[in-house]
Antibody
Framework: EVQLVESGGGLVQPGGSLRLSCAAS????????MGWVRQAPGKGLEWVSA????????YYADSVRGRFTISRDNSKNTLSLQVDSLRAADTAVYYC??????????WGQGTLVTVSS | EIVMTQSPATLSVSPGERATLSCRAS??????LAWYQQKPGQAPRLLIY???TRATGVPARFSGSGSGTEFTLTISSLQSEDFAVYYC????????FGQGTKVEIK
């Protein structure tokens, strides 16, 4: 069974940083591209970042480029998102998702990031 | 950026009735269109990919159609567990989502 479990969210002040993690199991992790999608409270879904299976290629939405860094450790089946220079507009539930043929076919339950002073 | 527009924002339907949800892309996405279902407090669930292929375990009452810029998700006979928010998503160029359609009980 595919499982994705996020952690690392919390309350942070504007300008602060967090490191989000996603532990994957139930599939061959390095065979799949992975991504992060966020959802602000009461709002829709926004793609944030993606990474290839090898980790050699990374992609970012314009809204986070230069502030967020995606990475993966295939030896530990872990996906990470370093989020820096946080703004109130970054407040959201952050979901880790597996990219299966272009779509996000499995999702974690999400981790909440709240940016507030 | 490819903008995805869903209509209507809210759809009120009685159980057992048919629901038709629309999604329009600002430019052609070929058939690289997916539909997701999200219930309160839960992560999104993939329903349809490739515009018309049901994901594993998705009931046959869900069907998708369209290509290019116009797409439709049809739920043939709404069950109680189908009341949720539905999002379309293009994956032809990066990934963008529509704003969602809430299917509520009439």
């Amino acid at each position: 069974e595919v499982q994705l479990v996020e952690s690392g969210g919390g309350l942070v002040q504007p300008g602060g940083s967090l490191r989000l993690s996603c532990a994957a199991s139930g599939f061959t992790f390095n065979n799949y591209d992975m991504g992060w999608v966020r959802q602000a409270p009461g709002k829709g879904l926004e793609w944030v970042s993606a990474i290839s299976g090898s980790g050699g290629s990374t992609y970012y939405a314009d809204s986070v480029r230069g502030r967020f860094t995606i990475s993966r450790d295939n030896s530990k089946n872990t996906l990470s998102l370093q989020v820096d220079s946080l703004r109130a507009a970054d407040t959201a539930v952050y979901y880790c998702a597996r990219n299966g043929g272009g779509t996000f076919d499995y999702w974690g339950q999400g981790t909440l990031v709240t940016v507030s002073s | 950026e490819i903008v995805m527009t869903q209509s209507p924002a809210t759809l009120s339907v009685s159980p057992g009735e048919r629901a038709t949800l629309s999604c329009r892309a600002s430019q052609s996405v070929s058939s690289k269109l997916a539909w997701y279902q999200q219930k309160p407090g839960q992560a999104p669930r993939l329903l349809i990919y490739g515009a018309s292929t049901r994901a594993t375990g998705v009931p046959a009452r869900f069907s998708g159609s369209g290509s290019g810029t116009e797409f439709t998700l049809t739920i043939s006979s709404l069950q109680s567990e189908d009341f949720a928010v539905y999002y379309c998503q293009q994956y032809n160029k990066w990934w963008t989502f529509g704003q969602g359609t809430k299917v509520e009980i009439k």
